[in-house]
C-alpha cells in the first residue's frame, strides 16, 4: 500500500513516517519545510517538497507519485496563542490547505484520511475533555482545526471518505524543533534553559496541561487506517495526567540536572485548563505502557543537549499587533530590525 504523510519532516509527521515504514507501508513524504528539517524524513520515504495551499501542487502529488490508498494530513501550524495574531496565515495554512488535500483525496479515490485536530477545539470550561463534548473553540488555531472535521463529516457523507480523526495535545519528545518561540512549551524551555535564559511564564503558572510523550501517539496514528473500530471516529489521544506549567518549569530543570529560572510575564488570553480523557482510544486501540513525563523529558533532554541550542526563529508575518504579548512583540520588533 502506497500512503501520503503530510507535514513529514515536521516532528510528529516524521515519527508517523517511521511507524508507517515499518509496518512495510510505501511512502511518499511532503512538507514545505516552514517549520520542518529535511534531514527527518525517513530514509525509506519518497520526498517531494512542496506548498499545499497550491493546489496545483497537491494534484501533482497524486498523479506523479500516487495513487495513495490512505492520507496521513500532519501539516500544520500549530500556534494556539499566535493564532489570533495571524488570522489569514491560519486559515490558508491550516484550513486552505486541508481542503486542497482532501479535494485530491475524493478526486483519486484515496481510502482512508487520517487527521491530525486538537483539544483545541473544546474550547474552555470542559475538563476533562471528552469526544462526547460539544467543541467550542475560542481561539482561530482550534476553529481551523474543527472546520477540518466538519469538512471530513462532509466529504464522507457525500463521497464515502473514510476517515480517522486524532485530537492531540501537548506532545513533546525528539525532533521538535526547539527555534520555535510560541509553541511546544517543553520545547521553548528546554532551549532557553540550554542558553542559561530563564523559562518565561506568562501569568502565575498554574494553567494545567498533560504533556504527551510521541512515543504514545506516533504508532496510533500509523495504524489507525487498519482498526476497524477506527474509521470514522474522532480520539481524544494522549497523557492522561496533568501539570501546571510551574510544575512542568520545574521537571524541565530537573531533567537538565539545573536549578529552576522562572520569569513571570504578564497573562495572556489563553483556555487555563486543558487536558482530556482516552478511554474510547483505550478501548479501540489498546492501552500501551505509556512514558512518564520524568521518562519523556529525560530523553528529550538528552536529544536536545546533542542538538544543541537553537537561535529562536521570529515569526515575521504579524497581522495584528493590538493586544500581542509584549515579550512576543519586542522579540518581533528586535528580530525586524537585526
Sequence with gaps: MRVLVTGAAGFIGSHVADHCLAQGLEV????????????RVPAGARWVQGDLKDGAFVDRLWKDHGPFDCVYHLAAYAAEGLSHF?????????????????????????????FT????????????????LEPRPED???????????????????FGLDFVIFRLHNVYGDRQNLSDPYRNVIGIFLNRAMQGKTLTIFGDGLQTRAFTHVDDVAPILAKSPFVPGARNQVFNIGADLPYTILELAHEVSSALGIPPNIEHLAARNEVVHAF?????????????????????????????????PQQATEFSGIEVEKNLPASWRRSIRSSASS
Design 28 to 39: 511518499v513524504a511532503t512538507d514545505d519545510l516552514s517549520g520542518g528539517f529535511r534531514d
Design 86 to 114: 495571524i488570522r489569514h496565515h491560519n486559515y490558508a495554512t491550516n484550513l486552505g490547505a486541508s481542503m486542497n488535500v482532501v479535494n485530491a483525496a475524493v478526486n483519486h479515490g484515496t481510502k482512508t484520511f487520517v
Design 117 to 132: 485536530s486538537s483539544i483545541a477545539v473544546y474550547g474552555a470550561g470542559q475538563t476533562p475533555m471528552t469526544e462526547a
Design 140 to 158: 482561530p488555531y482550534g476553529i481551523s482545526k474543527y472546520a477540518v472535521e466538519l469538512d471530513l463529516r462532509a466529504a464522507h457523507e457525500m
Design 276 to 308: 482530556s480523557e482516552h478511554a474510547k482510544a483505550q478501548h479501540v486501540f489498546g492501552r500501551g505502557p505509556g512514558v512518564d513525563l520524568k521518562t519523556g523529558l529525560a530523553r528529550m533532554a538528552t536529544w536536545a543537549r546533542r542538538c544543541g
